[in-house]
Each structure stands twice: as structure tokens, then as C-alpha cells.
């Protein structure tokens, strides 16, 4: 079957850096999203993995390593605003989106 | 402004009455979601349609139908809605190259 697997719940210091990791196991690999999802809205995206290695996004980083499945979403600076859910997305070899069940940010003055 | 919208934003529905949640996008995309929520189980998708008259089963399809007679619109039907079926439902679009979605608001619906 296929699977991704995300942390469910994380506790960060505003100001910190915080690592969201994330494996998944699916039927092919056509690139992986992060999204972001604050309470009561609707899930944005954050960033696309295709290619092994990081892509840098102002205070948002995402590494991705096709051989080992797995994923990393990097937060520097924290602020409060970046309590949210962080959701991991994998599209499989029939270009459908596998989520995760997501990962939820706690932000701690 | 270009985007997704939904309607309603919430309802509540008794047990076995019919329901359409409507969607609509202005970004012509070729592709359309309908997904379902629930706490700790992540998104799941419910139905899809790759493009305007076409139209395919998710993870999970039961008691749930949609048609897709256009671009902009995805609407999504519980025949006869049970209380399992109480969840947030979002719409989402993709133009088929980068496979990003972009989503509506969501829907609230409690079958009581």
C-alpha cells in the first residue's frame, strides 16, 4: 500500500529552527509538496520537490531524497504565525496526491 | 479575484436528505479534487476529473457522486447523506503541468 508518515505534533520556540520530517513509501515518485494549513483554512502550498536536494525559500527550506523516501521541511526564524499544520504530499506514478496526515506546529513564545 | 470558490461554507443536514456541495474556479484549470477531512486522517480524496467531461473514483468514493459538464464547475453530491459522512469537503484545481492544487475554503457538514 502506500504510505507517508509525518510527525503528528511539534513544539517549537519562536525564533528556533524547526525540522519536520517526513518518509513516505508509494507506487512511483513524480515530485513531493509541502503545504501549509492553518486552523479552519485551507491547506497553501509551501514548496515542490522533484530532484534530490534542497530547494531555499526565504525562511522555508525542503530536502528531499528520492533513494532513502523521505523528506524534510526546515523552518528558520520562527514566528507565531507559523503555527499551522505542515501537510506532506507525494504524487505517485499516476500523477494522484498521497497526503500525509500532517504535522501540527506549536509555536511557543 | 482568480480562485476557488465554495458554497455553503457550512451546513448542517439531516440523515438521508440530498446534498450538492458546489465548485467553482475562474483559473480554467483542466483538473479538479474534491477531498475530505477529518482529524487525524489527513486529506483524502473523495472524486476527480482530469478534464470537462470526465470524471474518476478516489480513495474514497462511497455515497458520494460528481459531475464535471465544464471547466469552472465541480460539484459534488451525497445522494443520502449519513452521519459518517460529517467532515470539512474541499475543492481543489491543478493545471495539469506542475501538479500544484490550489484549494477552495472548505465546506462544514455535520448529518445529523
Known amino acids: 500500500g502506500q504510505n507517508i508518515d509525518q510527525p503528528t505534533e511539534m513544539t517549537a520556540t519562536e525564533g528556533a529552527i524547526v525540522q519536520i520530517n517526513c518518509t513516505y513509501q508509494?507506487?512511483?515518485?513524480?515530485?513531493l509538496f509541502w503545504y501549509q494549513q492553518h486552523a479552519g483554512e485551507a491547506p497553501t502550498f509551501l514548496s515542490y520537490?522533484?530532484l534530490d536536494g534542497l530547494e531555499e525559500k526565504g525562511r522555508f527550506s525542503s530536502f528531499l531524497s528520492r533513494s532513502k523516501g523521505y523528506s524534510y521541511l526546515l523552518l528558520k526564524e520562527l514566528q507565531m504565525k507559523d503555527s499551522a499544520s505542515y501537510l506532506c504530499?507525494?504524487?505517485?506514478?499516476?500523477?494522484?496526491?498521497?497526503w500525509g496526515a500532517g504535522t501540527k506546529l506549536i509555536i511557543k513564545p | 479575484i482568480a480562485g476557488i470558490t465554495q458554497a455553503p461554507t457550512s451546513q448542517i443536514l439531516a440523515a438521508g436528505r440530498r446534498m450538492t456541495l458546489r465548485c467553482t474556479q475562474d483559473?480554467?484549470?483542466?483538473?479538479m479534487y474534491w477531498y475530505r477531512q477529518d482529524l487525524g486522517l489527513g486529506l483524502r480524496l473523495i472524486h476527480y476529473?482530469?478534464?470537462?467531461?470526465?470524471?474518476g473514483k478516489g480513495e474514497v468514493p462511497d455515497g458520494y457522486s460528481v459531475s464535471r459538464a465544464n471547466t469552472d464547475d465541480f460539484p459534488l453530491t451525497l445522494a443520502s447523506a449519513v452521519p459518517s459522512q460529517t467532515s470539512v469537503y474541499f475543492c481543489?484545481?491543478?493545471?495539469?503541468?506542475?501538479?500544484?492544487?490550489?484549494f477552495g475554503p472548505g465546506t462544514r457538514l455535520t448529518v445529523l
Open positions: 481543489a484545481s491543478s493545471d495539469g503541468t506542475s501538479n500544484e492544487q490550489f
Open positions: 483559473m480554467r484549470h483542466n483538473a
Open positions: 476529473s482530469n478534464t470537462a467531461g470526465t470524471t
Open positions: 508509494t507506487s512511483g515518485f513524480n515530485g
Open positions: 520537490n522533484v
Open positions: 504530499a507525494v504524487t505517485d506514478s499516476n500523477y494522484q496526491l498521497i
